[in-house]
């Protein structure tokens, strides 16, 4: 089952994840990073079709998609 695996410190809260996600399941999360940046997540991993879309659309390499 495929897992998304976000490095938080690279995160600057750009959204762009969030909008490519096919089953919405990337959100921004209540958490900071400590550059002061909201940081995306996973809301429901189980749900993870492993399409890698927002690992490809994010411009800080923030996401990795793992087997």
């Not at 997540?41 to 490809?56: F, T, V």
């Amino acid at each position: 089952m495929p897992k998304p695996v976000f490095t938080d410190e690279r995160c600057k809260g750009c959204e762009l994840c969030t909008r490519v996600c096919p089953k919405k399941i990337i959100v921004m999360s209540n958490r900071f990073n400590s550059k002061g940046y909201r940081c995306s997540s996973c809301s429901d991993e189980s749900q993870c079709i492993g399409c890698m879309l927002c690992a490809r659309t994010c411009p800080d390499l923030v996401i990795e998609i793992h087997k």
